[in-house]
Structure formats: structure tokens, C-alpha cells
């Protein structure tokens, strides 16, 4: 009969600061109806969505977890919103454990693989692109997942007097460094310091998108989330909004800024005002 391993994610309450102000709001992929406030070794930012002021992660059905390279079961989610979900595994784990989510981003026990494409999300990021991770030492000591990533935050409306044609229908924001660093493919993790640690050398690797499906009205601002690598970005960095004729818009920032774990950088209110044509544009 084979034995099962139960790993519990207990509930950790924080407060979100960082970048963005106290009152801003990050609204994570909700399918499920049960939530888990996922407790981070770094106390000044948890994500999540907005409930009396206070951030949560919502763990929704489906949700897996990979702990020393075996993938869990989909998560079992507590009644009455409790904020505990388990993962069962079909072996008995030895310690100690390393465990990252999402499952889909570990590619062996030295490296995960960042997506080059995100799905966008109403008013969120998307599923399955905020990578937590953490190392635990031994058996019922209390499970806390760290974040890996930042999220940039945009906020975008059409341009002022625009009338609602295809140049108003965003579907695509780019990411890239303007040091040219790797913000998806491969990255080596060390899960005790939970940090990431680029290895990639292919140019495709410096940048990452969003695809998005909506328009832009001119009374009320779009919110649209990036998750990048936690890392310093030496000259910052540049976000490309493109529509679905091509056109596209560029934003920078030109300083150097270090996005930490679990940072929300939010970047000025911006209309979108495209500026340059894409020729044979993938969106």
C-alpha cells in the first residue's frame, strides 16, 4: 500500500507596501472559492486581492505544487475559506523538501523556466505566473512560500478625442530590460535564499508579454500586470503596448531600478498614444 505525504500550507497574514501605495489593489486569478494567505519570509509585501485593505493569495482548484521534482496531486482546498490548502503526494518525500509553484515551471532541481508569453487576467495577472518557492528542514515545520518575481503594474485608457476603431484594441505589452536582461526562459533557483539566477544567453530570453484581449475606453483606466524576475534592472526598462494593427507605443524608464521580491511597480496613468508601426507584428 503505498504511503502518501501531506504538505499544509498555513496561513501567514501581511500587508502590502512596496512600491505602490497602501491603497492599491492587486486582484490575483480567482477560480476557486476557498483562499490561502501564503505567509513570505520577506515582511513588507504579500499580493493578492483586497479585502478590507488586506492582500491575500487565492489557491484555486487545479492548483499543484512541485516538492524535490515530484508534482502534487491538484490542491485540496479547506472549507469555509480557511485559508489552508493541501497537496498530496503519492510517495513518502524525503527531507529536506524543495518546493516551487507553479508546477508547471520546474524543469529539474537546479533550474525553472520562466514563460516568454502570459495570459493577461481581468484586473490581474495571469494563472500560473507567480513563482513562489522555499526549502523546509524537517517534518511539521511550518511551510512559507517566498515570491521570485516583481509585477509591473499599467494603467492605460485611450487617447483623448480617439474614436473606438481597432487602434484601441490592445493585444500585446512587451517587457524588456534595456541592459538586456533575462526576464524568461531558464534560471538556475537557490530555494534556501529563494532567489533566481539568469543562465540563458538567447535573445528571446530578454523579454516577456502579455497578450491581451479588450479596448480601451477614454473613461476609465485599464489595469494591466507584468510579472518579471526579481532582479535589478542596471539602465531599467522599456514596456511596448502594441494594438491589433500593429501600431505601438513605447514607455521607458531610464534609471536603473531593482525590483524585489514580491515588489508592484506602478507606472504612471498613461493614454495610449501609439507613436511606430510593427511590420508583420505576432500578436
Not at 519570509?41 to 512541485?66: F, M
Not at 472549507?79 to 503526494?89: D, H, I, K, L, Y
Not at 502579455?210 to 489595469?223: A, F, H, I, N
Amino acid at each position: 500500500m503505498k504511503r502518501i505525504s501531506y504538505i499544509s500550507l498555513v496561513v501567514v497574514l501581511l500587508s502590502i507596501c512596496g512600491c505602490e501605495s497602501a491603497e492599491s489593489e492587486v486582484v490575483l486569478p480567482q477560480s476557486g472559492t476557498t483562499t490561502i494567505t501564503v505567509g513570505i519570509k520577506q515582511t513588507k509585501t504579500s499580493l493578492g486581492a483586497s479585502e478590507n485593505g488586506v492582500r491575500k493569495i487565492l489557491w484555486s482548484s487545479g492548483d499543484r505544487i512541485v516538492a524535490n521534482g515530484e508534482v502534487s496531486d491538484e490542491a485540496v482546498l479547506a472549507p469555509e475559506n480557511s485559508g489552508v490548502a493541501t497537496f498530496n503526494f503519492g510517495s513518502e518525500l524525503p527531507y529536506p523538501l524543495n518546493i516551487l509553484y507553479p508546477a508547471s515551471f520546474y524543469k529539474d532541481a537546479t533550474t525553472v523556466t520562466l514563460p516568454a508569453i502570459q495570459e493577461a487576467g481581468e484586473a490581474s495577472f495571469a494563472t500560473n505566473t507567480l513563482p513562489m518557492a522555499t526549502s523546509v528542514t524537517a517534518k511539521g515545520d511550518i511551510v512559507k512560500l517566498s515570491h521570485l518575481a516583481g509585477v509591473i503594474h499599467l494603467r492605460l485608457k485611450a487617447e483623448k478625442g480617439a474614436k473606438p476603431t481597432r487602434n484601441n484594441e490592445v493585444r500585446k505589452i512587451e517587457f524588456w530590460g534595456n541592459d538586456k536582461e533575462q526576464v524568461s526562459g531558464d534560471f538556475t533557483i537557490d530555494y534556501n535564499s529563494v532567489t533566481l539566477t539568469p543562465t540563458s544567453q538567447k535573445q528571446s530570453d530578454e523579454e516577456v508579454a502579455v497578450r491581451v484581449t479588450g479596448t480601451l475606453t477614454l473613461e476609465e483606466y485599464s489595469d494591466i500586470f507584468i510579472v518579471v524576475p526579481a532582479q535589478e534592472y542596471k539602465s531599467g526598462f522599456t514596456v511596448r503596448v502594441i494594438n491589433s494593427a500593429g501600431h505601438y507605443m513605447d514607455k521607458k524608464k531610464s534609471s536603473g531600478v531593482t525590483i524585489a521580491n514580491g515588489d508592484i511597480l506602478k507606472m504612471p496613468e498613461m493614454e495610449y498614444i501609439p507613436t511606430g508601426t510593427l511590420i508583420n507584428a505576432e500578436l
